[in-house]
């Protein structure tokens, strides 16, 4: 059967009714959920996989920032290790250095101690008063002989042997800073020229500590005298007071 439309915009209201209600499908699509654990379960499923994006999102730029890092950290140690290479050379350099300075210097400071102490002590000497001996009682300042390979247990580092090395070269500067101790041992015949001599070697720039530790009456070839002992010490001199001059040879 055959129906002919006469009425104007009849069609036009027809095909606005034929068109898709998509609000009315949706609706019909959620009428049928209606179970709220499922839905609970279908929020968690999203969290869950959005929360993992996000995590490894963040885990990729982080690992590309450390792996960047990492590169940096390769090239500053390829580049750098030649520098404390040499830098650990120089060191050992200088700590054997150090020490070797040490034991020149306190051969050089201990050197010139006899003969100033004898020359004061000459020159200190009253009339009617002579010497029998002059000895040293203390060690030798000087510690030239701890010149030797250090040996450090199994195990160490070298940075121990470097200290080790220094501590050996301060204790040589120690040695060689520590006065030396004498006796002297003589005789007189004025116990007023003794008491000269002890003020005049007391007064000695070179000389400290001047002590009378025995005086005795003896015979010497049948006429009485007097044996005295002193216990001294020497001192550094202020540096003004010691004049150095240049030395040279001539051959013949």
Known sequence: MIQV???PGAGSRSQGRSSVDLAGMFAGATAGVRDKFLIGAVGTVSTVVLAAGFLYLGQSSKERTLVARELRAVEDSARYSVVLAAKAKAEATRDSLYHQVAIIKSIDDSRFLWPHLL???SNALPQYTWLTTVTQTSAPPSSAASDT?????AGDKKAQNAKQKNAAADSVLAAASRSTKFRIVGHTVDIQALTLFMKTLEASPFIQNVQLTRSDLVLVETKEVTEFQLEAESQKPPPYLVRTVSMSVEGN
Not at 149 to 153: L, R
């Open 5 to 7: 439309n006469l009425l």
């Open 119 to 121: 020359e004061e002590i």
């Open 149 to 153: 390979t250090i040996k450090s247990p």
